[in-house]
């Protein structure tokens, strides 16, 4: 399609959203933007419709068609509602609605209750902001067919979302997300959505709900006399102005924890995010004023949690006394190898247990799995997926936790969706734990590194926003696919995986295969025998391409760890100039 042929169609679409259906800010909105000579903004707006993806919507708010507003959320909400009726005919209809610290995101709350409410489903709306894995909670404690929690994550501050739960407290997956997209897709107009349901349909949920929950997470702990025995450990932790402020500290403090110091800064609840960048705990600048408030204190852990709460960020002091950030990676490291370690000082390994990790996490949690008799399965990335292996196993295996490289981790099974309040509860009892045999964590990583060999990940984002950013990505995937590298690092490929068909070869061997996994997915791996992994996959939610590479050597004694440390990043910058990212 020309230029002009999309412009065309642009203003076609928006000369749609100008009638009185549209309430007089929408239209002034678009109004404004066809007015104007630069058109940029008006075809980013309406050239194509905001999807509803298999975990919801994501999109930048605003008017048009591309865009989170009272409209789509709208259509989305009509959309899920036509699907529970249809689903569950003969049910008493339910659902929890959450939302995080976002602009606007209590106003979506609110629209979808009224939208649920009106096509007869009665809702159970939070009072105020609340982390994602509580509304998980809710669902399955309240028996609700369904849930959305309104959140666009750790995305930059003009970004909003839909995140669509079914009845177990995970995101849908098939044939529910296939059947609800089509659903919203049959919505072709503002008629077509119930606004505004009665009041007296809507419960409101508050102090009750969190108790029960933080006493669920606290239920959870391995090592509540140890924690007794350090308690006074010092915690910093930072909500970076999202929802953990309502539930973490609280939880810390039910944990048994009683030092705990916040930013306060960054206790002030915040769309715009004002003391940070971007609101993401994997950036290294989100924990930058923690990691100040700990050296104040001289605390030993520092904990961050993003804004809607399921993500969790860590930092804690090297051999040497500074202050260095815990990735994703090692939190799942940290969190696999203490739910196996503490149950065999429990006597409570079985034989009959098992974790969850995604393709691209670590391959160090196979090795810790793999020597303890412990099953491990590899899923796509994704709580949902873990979710799926939970409910595949329930009742017949003891899981022990699952997570991925990007900061989430699920330590218990009552929810079903990655939780920052578990995460930072458990976090700071493996810290209380690893005192108590005179480690701290930075030296109980170096003690799973020496015992299971020593690993590096990085992860690197190419992001390409709009319509051409989204075209350059396909063909970069493409030209992946066309042209795969024969080596990385100086390390030969030997294995290469396409999740998009399936398919496996073993290059060493002229050997295919099929990949064992549920569905289909645009990401591809390239693995040598040395442990060297390459990962790429679009971003299923922002407009990136995400580049994931792992390096491993071998350590016997802590005194390699450090010439095994940089040997890897060597590497690591290898790989990445060979990549060009």
């Known amino acids: 399609m020309s230029q002009e042929e999309l412009l065309k169609t642009v203003v076609a679409k928006a000369q749609g959203w100008l009638g009185n259906e549209y309430d007089q800010e929408t239209q002034a909105e678009v109004k404004a933007m066809m007015e104007s000579e630069d058109k940029t903004a008006l075809i980013e707006a309406f050239y194509k419709d905001l999807e509803f993806g298999t975990g919801g919507l994501r999109g930048i708010m605003g008017a048009g068609t591309n865009r989170m507003n009272k409209y789509t959320v709208g259509a989305a909400t009509q ?45 159970f709306l939070f009072e105020d902001l609340r982390p994602t894995p509580e509304i998980s909670y809710a669902i399955r404690e309240l028996g609700c067919q369904s849930g959305v929690m309104i959140t666009a994550s750790h995305n930059p501050k003009i970004y909003n979302g839909y995140k669509a739960y079914w009845s177990d407290g995970a995101q849908m997956i098939a044939p529910h997300d296939r059947n609800v997209i089509a659903e919203v897709n049959q919505i072709r107009s503002v008629a077509d959505i119930k606004f505004d349901g009665p009041k007296d349909m809507i419960t409101i949920l508050g102090a009750e709900m969190d108790e029960q929950f933080i006493d669920a997470v ?19 932790y930072t909500p970076i102005h999202g929802t953990g402020v309502k539930i973490v500290p609280p939880a810390l403090r039910a944990a048994g924890f009683t030092n705990i110091f916040n930013v306060p800064e960054q206790d002030v609840i915040s769309g715009n995010f004002p003391t940070v960048e971007s609101p993401n705990p994997e950036e290294p600048a989100a924990l930058k004023m923690a990691i100040e408030r700990a050296k104040e204190v001289d605390a030993e852990l520092v904990m961050a949690s993003d804004p809607d709460g399921d993500r969790i960020g860590a930092a804690v002091k090297n051999n040497e006394g500074e202050w260095v950030l815990v990735n994703g990676n090692q939190t799942c490291l940290l969190y696999a190898y203490y739910a196996i370690e503490r149950r065999r000082e429990q006597g409570r390994l079985n034989g009959n247990q098992y974790l969850v990790k995604t393709i691209v996490t670590t391959d160090l949690i196979s090795n810790i799995a793999e020597r303890n008799n412990v099953e491990l399965y590899d899923c796509y990335t994704g709580f949902k997926w873990i979710a799926d292996v939970i409910r595949k196993n329930e009742g017949k295996k003891e899981y022990l936790g699952g997570g991925e490289e990007s900061y989430g981790y699920l330590w218990e099974d009552f929810i079903r969706d990655k939780s920052s309040v578990s995460a930072c509860v458990i976090l700071a009892e493996i810290a209380a734990w690893a005192k108590d045999k005179g480690l701290t964590i930075y030296q109980l990583l170096d003690k799973i590194y020496c015992e299971y060999g020593y690993s590096l990940e990085k992860g690197i984002s190419v992001v390409r926003p709009g319509k051409s950013g989204a075209e350059e990505i396909d063909a970069m995937m493409k030209n992946f696919r066309n042209n795969p590298p024969k080596s990385l690092g100086g390390s030969t490929i030997t294995e290469v995986l396409d999740y998009s068909n399936l398919k496996g070869q073993w290059l060493d061997k002229g050997e295919v295969f099929t990949l064992d996994m549920p569905t289909t997915s645009n990401v591809l791996q390239y693995k040598a025998n040395d442990g060297t992994k390459l990962s790429i996959r679009p971003s299923g939610t922002e407009p990136k391409i995400k580049f994931y590479i792992q390096v491993q050597a071998p350590v016997s004694s802590p005194a390699d760890l450090g010439m095994a440390r940089k040997r890897c990043e060597e590497k690591i910058a290898q790989i990445c100039k060979e990549l060009d990212i």
Do not use: P, T
């Open 218 to 236: 606290v239920g959870s702990m391995l090592s509540q006399e140890i924690v007794k025995k350090h308690h006074d450990i010092k915690i910093v």
């Open 79 to 123: 959309g899920l509602s036509n699907y529970i009726i249809k689903e569950c005919a003969n049910e008493d209809l339910k659902v929890v609605i959450g939302h995080d610290c976002r602009n606007n995101s209590r106003k979506f709350a609110e629209i979808a209750a009224g939208i649920f409410a009106a096509n007869g489903i009665k809702v």
